[in-house]
């Protein structure tokens, strides 16, 4: 249990005398007891507290192990405290690091399409932006999507997402708290260089407890309970505790009688979670989830091509922690993760679409205290990656690639803590790649953050970090697309890998009354990224991936109001972000660099959250979202394309213009801007409490007022006049639903 409190109090007396609290492993330390017996009192918004009469002898270890009952009546208030109790633990512990977190109830009440979304949900965080309403992809700080490492429970996972994309895996009845690390982390943290969005799965309380709900887009159903008493006493453990949760869509089902819907989702996903004697923990999860199209299903009148496509993941990993003598801890890791896809013509069995990319990971992580303001890290870590792409046709491969490797990782760190005036924290990382196709690659990372506390209380700090990161994989999907798979690949001879120099600083504090404010100003640069190779030749089976620059800098704006009644937050971004590339195209040698912004560079990005009760028991959510315009290419003009002809005597001249076909005039790449960008969504949940658990009806509209936000555009200079038209992204979307727990 991490973020409770504890507090040491002679017998008989109620003011402490130590106060301290629990880690992200729940442990704790207590120092400079005098022998005697003394009164530990350990409490949590949402459980009972409890207090526990402990002896202290001199020269020895004392060990205790607390375990806190939730309080269900007290449900909604735990999520509002308890992130900002996490938050106050990292903001006065931790020097650099950017973080943000939602909890459960959190994400419930941000307004979301046909069911609560955690990775739409962190959307609204400061340095987030999200391109497009048909993707829940999302970038932060000017990094591309690719660059964001998606952690369930501490396993990488690659390309969530349902729906090619429109929303992901996660199911949010299965959440405990999502976490989106957006710069400034330090040495233990590697694998990619633009954030780290952990997701913990929450494995209940060991009671017997019913999670459901039915939404417009698909049924699902979460239980969970705990192992009997004998069966742990016989395995040596305290408690044990687990939760499995199933969905799937069911439109298919449904619409069957009257036709055949081609497309369905299903996921699956479990947690088990023991505590041992010792205090130490064994946490196992897991994942499994696809998407199918199946349009062999369809008459052939409907649907004259025959294709089956199915994509989805695979994730398993196990997670074991034990206290040290110390007050650190020890961790070990292990874990599996894949994603794949294949498109299949059966009237073409010839014709052969898969992608596929594997990670098998393990770690160590050693944290101790070596003395009383010190805290030392270090870890190792080994990788192994597995790509494989390929298009075929004809027995011939015209697109593909497969590559291998090995990454090595290790990392030390050390964190000095004055608790009345400075957090320092120093530390380096070391990845070491070995490709199969390729040259080996060794990337030495330090990094340095320094928090300044400033007055009374420390409830201001002002702070400053700066690091270097390393990435060896990208996704060559193209970004400005609304929707699509990533397609994945390692570096090596195909494609460079990522280096990332960053830098950043800020002033944040707690202010009265339940509010946080925090600003951020940070410059990052981006050295290896890759986009398509227009000009690739096609005798070069390595060139089709272009390695260029990135550079971004901007301001992050943050301010928090928590506690009873009304809460939420607003967050403003200023970005300005580019990406240079050789310009092949161009016909020049050397080839000249083009410099351009990528469609994730939105100057300005702003977000209104609020959440209160509206009267009745009923709870309103209310996000605005106001954005600049993004970037893309405008067609400025077309001319008839004419075809070289052979004329008498041999002579090649221009022949007439090619029936129906005209060539288009482009202008700047990503030189001009679409319209603002601006939505407003509401959401409405009404919990209604019944002898036998609680049922929530809710409500969700999207883009309340209709707002017309361009997505992309057409240009059509055949025309007489020229005309140039759009398509729009979300229009009015209400969604209802209903959850249920008992």
């Known amino acids: ?300 009148d409907d649907f004259p091509l025959k294709v089956d496509w199915d994509w989805g993941n695979r994730v398993i990993g196990a997670n074991w922690t034990g206290p040290r003598p110390d007050g650190g801890s020890l961790e070990v890791r292990t874990g599996f993760s894949r994603f794949n896809t294949g498109l299949r013509f059966p009237d073409f069995d010839d014709v052969v679409f898969q992608s596929r990319i594997d990670l098998f990971s393990n770690g160590i992580d050693l944290e101790s205290r070596p003395a009383r303001h010190w805290t030392v890290k270090t870890g190792l870590k080994a990788d192994r990656l597995v790509y494989r792409n390929r298009f075929a046709s004809g027995g011939a491969d015209f697109a593909g690639g497969a590559n291998n490797g090995w990454l090595f990782g290790g990392y030390a760190q050390a964190t000095w803590r004055d608790q009345r005036k400075w957090v320092v924290e120093a530390g380096v990382r070391a990845d070491r790649w070995h490709p199969a196709d390729g040259g080996a690659a060794l990337e030495l990372a330090p990094r340095v953050a320094v928090k300044r506390f400033l007055g009374a209380g420390n409830n201001t700090a002002v702070k400053f970090a700066v690091g270097r990161y390393s990435q060896f994989l990208h996704s060559v999907r193209d970004e400005e697309l609304p929707i699509g798979i990533d397609i994945w690949v390692l570096s090596g001879r195909r494609a460079p890998h990522v280096v990332s120099n960053q830098v950043q600083a800020g002033v944040e504090g707690y202010l009265a009354d339940g509010w946080f404010a925090s600003v951020e100003t940070y410059a990052r640069s981006f050295d290896g990224v890759v986009t398509n190779n227009l000009a690739e030749n096609p005798n070069d089976d390595v060139d089709d991936l272009l390695p260029g620059d990135g550079f971004s800098v901007g301001v992050d704006l943050f301010v928090r109001k928590s506690g009873p009644g009304a809460s939420g937050w607003l967050a403003v971004s200023l970005l300005k972000a580019e990406r240079t590339f050789p310009d092949f195209q161009s016909g020049l040698d050397p080839a000249p660099d083009l410099t351009y912004s990528p469609i994730f560079d939105r100057r300005v990005d702003i977000d209104l959250v609020v959440r209160r009760p509206l009267g009745w028991g009923v709870e309103g959510g209310f996000r605005w979202n106001l954005g600049t315009g993004l970037p893309y290419t405008r067609a400025v003009g077309s001319y008839a394309y004419y075809q070289p002809q052979l004329a008498e005597g041999g002579r090649l001249e221009l022949g007439g213009a090619v029936d129906d076909e005209y060539a288009i005039l482009l202008g700047p790449r990503n030189g001009d801007r679409y319209p603002t960008y601006h939505r407003l969504d509401i959401s409405f949940r009404k919990p209604m409490r019944r002898s036998w658990g609680t049922l929530v009806p809710y409500l969700d509209v999207l883009n309340v007022y209709n707002r017309k936000n361009v997505l992309f555009y057409f240009f059509e200079y055949i025309q007489e006049p020229s005309t140039r038209s759009g398509v729009s992204m979300f229009p009015i979307l209400p969604s209802i639903g209903i959850e249920v727990a008992f």
Do not use: C
Request: aromatic share 10%; net charge negative.
């Open 1 to 300: 249990m991490f973020a409770a409190s504890v507090q040491v109090r002679v017998p008989g007396r109620d003011v402490p005398i130590r106060t301290t609290e629990t880690d992200r492993l729940g442990y704790f330390l207590v120092e400079d007891l005098s022998d005697g017996t003394y009164v530990l009192g350990v409490g949590r918004l949402g459980f009972v507290s409890m207090d526990v009469e402990v002896t202290i002898r001199s020269a020895a270890r004392t060990d205790v192990v607390v375990r806190l009952e939730a309080a269900p009546i007290e449900l909604e208030g735990v999520s509002v405290e308890a992130a900002r109790s996490r938050e106050r633990v990292r903001f006065e512990e931790e020097a650099g690091i950017t973080s943000s977190e939602l909890a459960g109830r959190d994400i419930k009440l941000i307004p979301g399409f046909a069911e609560s979304d955690p990775l739409r949900a962190v959307e609204v965080l400061p340095g987030v932006i999200s391109t497009s309403d048909f993707s829940a992809a999302f970038n932060v700080r000017g990094g591309s999507a690719d660059q964001n490492l998606i952690l369930l429970d501490g396993v990488p996972i690659f390309n969530p997402f349902h729906l090619a994309g429109f929303f992901s895996v996660f199911n949010a009845d299965m959440l405990s708290r999502v976490e989106l690390l957006a710069g400034g982390f330090p040495a233990e943290f590697g694998g990619r260089v633009s954030s780290v969005l952990d997701i913990e799965s929450d494995a209940g309380t060991g009671d017997w407890r019913f999670n459901g709900g039915v939404s417009l887009l698909a049924a699902r159903l979460a239980v969970g309970g705990g192992a009997p008493r004998a069966f742990n006493e016989k395995l040596g453990l305290s408690t044990t505790r687990w939760r499995i949760s199933g969905r799937r869509s069911y439109f298919d089902k449904i619409l069957k009688p009257a036709f055949n819907f081609p497309y369905h989702l299903s996921d699956l996903q479990g947690v088990v979670e023991a505590w041992m004697q010792g205090g130490s923990k064994l946490t196992v999860s897991g994942y499994a989830g696809a998407d199918v199209v199946a349009f062999t299903e369809l008459d052939e």
